[in-house]
């Protein structure tokens, strides 16, 4: 029979003894350290902790674990949070009329490169219902028309937040789904949900992005995975990352390495997200890999 394991997450203001204090604590309720990461920022001042850890005295009932770490947290003002580390997150992805980056997350699911559940898969067309149904994920048809007016939109918002709500969703993953989000959709999903797209920007907005890219003669593909906000693709970044190019390769070339890159950088968001590698930094974020 396996130990019941968990991840702890945590940031205070950095204060001496804070590695101390906790190792200390799981020390004695009897809970064995697996890894430990931790960072003080000298920006910001605050510290950041993630230790995955094993509960080995079968003694220490769960409930008695997290009633006294809540009171040494509350004693050391520690915004924390302690999950059950064998626990798969529940992932909803939504996609609009490309599809490489929701077949590469279906591909990593399936073969267990994902720990994750992925009870719904949501879009504003039909493209992909095929190949939602392949995976056996139930496939809900959102659509929005262009210039749809202000209620139709709150009504589809209203329905994603609802089915985020029914499936208790833990992620949501915009794996390019190409509608704005309102701001109160953003804010009802606020640090749960993931965007991905090309590092040009702020260059090179709007349509065919990577044929403006080819014009101007880029020598450097990229893209960005970062937490949605009300900030149009400004939220705090995860993960990014580039691959050269040359002047001997077209628009469509350069497109096909930019999708290439898009699938690797989000794959590793949401796998960092769901092992809770993840924690906000302000408007940045600390990774611990």
């Not at 929701?102 to 994750?116: A, H, M």
């Amino acid at each position: 029979m396996s130990l019941p394991e968990y991840i702890l997450t945590l940031s205070c203001l950095d204060q001496r003894g804070i590695v101390h204090r906790v190792s200390g604590f799981l020390a004695d309720h009897g809970c064995n350290i697996i890894d430990s990461a931790q960072f003080g920022d000298s920006e910001s001042r605050l510290f950041f902790m993630r230790v995955h850890f094993a509960r080995e005295d079968q003694g220490v009932s769960d409930e008695l674990l997290r009633a006294d770490f809540s009171a040494l947290a509350a004693a050391m003002q520690l915004d924390w949070e302690l999950r059950d580390a064998h626990y798969k997150p529940r992932v909803m992805l939504m996609v609009s009329k490309i599809g490489h980056c929701l077949n590469d997350l279906l591909f990593r699911y399936k073969s267990g490169l994902l720990p994750v559940e992925i009870p719904a898969i949501v879009s504003n067309h039909m493209d992909f219902y095929q190949l939602a149904a392949s995976y056996n994920i139930p496939f809900h048809h959102l659509p929005l028309a262009t210039g749809a007016p202000l209620a139709d939109k709150r009504a589809q918002e209203a329905r994603i937040i609802e089915l985020v709500n029914t499936h208790k969703i833990d992620l949501v993953v915009l794996a390019r789904y190409m509608q704005i989000l309102s701001p109160e959709l953003c804010e009802a999903l606020k640090g749960k949900a993931i965007n991905i797209h090309h590092s040009f920007l702020p260059s090179f907005k709007g349509a065919k992005p990577y044929a403006q890219a080819h014009h101007r003669g880029v020598k450097l593909i990229g893209a960005t995975a970062h937490f949605v906000t009300g900030d149009l693709d400004e939220g705090p970044i995860i993960e990014q990352d580039v691959e050269r190019v040359d002047h001997a390769m077209d628009a469509e070339t350069l497109s096909a390495i930019g999708r290439d890159v898009e699938c690797v950088v989000l794959a590793r968001a949401v796998k960092w997200f769901v092992e809770h590698r993840v924690l906000r930094n302000g408007q940045k974020t600390v990774v611990f890999n």
